[in-house]
């Protein structure tokens, strides 16, 4: 067995979930034909060895020539996280991400706020701003000024999301005296903000909990943290690709330790494998490699 390093106890580690997105040259053969079962035995399987969280993303409908490089399958998160809801008793739920301009807010807190009080109180909001043009045009929701949208979006989630009868009046929704039940058992949701750009940080930093960032260097997001400086308790949660802890140990602990180093205080880990039954094995493996992530009082 490998020794267990002794790591930093506030570093934890979840997953980027197979199966459910499926992205040109990152994704493997065996995910092409596997389905809900192979998933549910990967998160139970994570569930039970203390992964901090899952992932699901969101797409309605993707254009025939960007699917061809961003992919064209991405599972419905509201219905798959639902489903491993009640597979699972610990693992965080996590939506990464939805996009804030194609719902309201009272929608996003009612569906979700329900999937937190089935699940216990294990949900994350993952949110958004969203690039994709077409798909805005498609459900007919603005696409120029949804920056603006997205923040007083997040802001009217923040006083909705724990509340039955919610109330925000802000520059683009506004509501009260309307009952919203079930909703959200957790105190505070967290809310993680996915981007790749300074003002991503910002929006997290201001209006949220933690920032996902995706298509950055370690380096790059180094440097846009030192210029933000995030309050404590702030999450920057980093992904970690390629892992193969049976294959090369050394080279995943290099990867995780770097994730660190960065500035992460989650890893949102991809393993390399050639099935569901492999996927298991190296998770198994990288708990060994990595163990002190998964024994923090959160699991």
């Known amino acids: 067995m490998v020794p267990v390093p002794n790591r930093d106890p506030k570093v934890r580690i979840g997953i980027t979930s197979p199966i459910v997105t499926r992205l040109p040259g990152a994704s493997s053969e065996w995910e092409t034909t596997a389905g809900i079962d192979e998933l549910t035995r990967i998160a139970v399987t994570a569930d039970r060895l203390g992964f901090h969280h899952l992932t699901c993303s969101e797409h309605v409908a993707v254009p025939v020539p960007v699917a061809e490089v961003r992919g064209g399958t991405y599972w419905d998160p509201l219905a798959t996280l639902g489903y491993l809801a009640a597979r699972t008793e610990r693992i965080r739920l996590a939506t990464q991400v939805l996009v804030l301009g194609y719902h309201h807010p009272l929608e996003i807190a009612k569906r979700y706020g329900t999937l937190d009080a089935v699940s216990g109180g294990r949900l994350i909001l993952g949110l958004g701003v969203g690039t994709l043009q077409e798909e805005f045009d498609l459900l007919d929701v603005p696409f120029t000024d949804r920056g603006a949208r997205a923040d007083d979006s997040l802001a009217a989630l923040r006083a909705a999301l724990s509340e039955r009868v919610p109330s925000y009046r802000g520059e683009y929704f506004e509501f009260s005296d309307m009952v919203v039940e079930p909703h959200a058992v957790q105190p505070r949701v967290p809310l993680w903000i996915g981007g790749r750009t300074p003002r991503s940080l910002r929006r997290a930093c201001e209006l949220a909990d933690g920032w996902v960032p995706f298509d950055l260097s370690f380096d790059d997001v180094q440097e846009m943290l030192s210029r933000r400086q995030p309050q404590p308790g702030f999450e920057v949660v980093l992904p970690a690709a390629g892992l193969d802890p049976l294959g090369d140990p050394d080279g995943a602990r290099r ?24 996927y298991c094995e190296q998770l198994e493996t990288l708990v060994h490699l990595y163990g002190d992530a998964f024994r923090t009082p959160e699991g």
């Open 255 to 278: 990867k995780l330790d770097r994730a660190v180093a960065a500035g992460a205080t989650i890893i949102g880990a991809g393993v390399v494998a050639e099935s569901a039954d492999h």
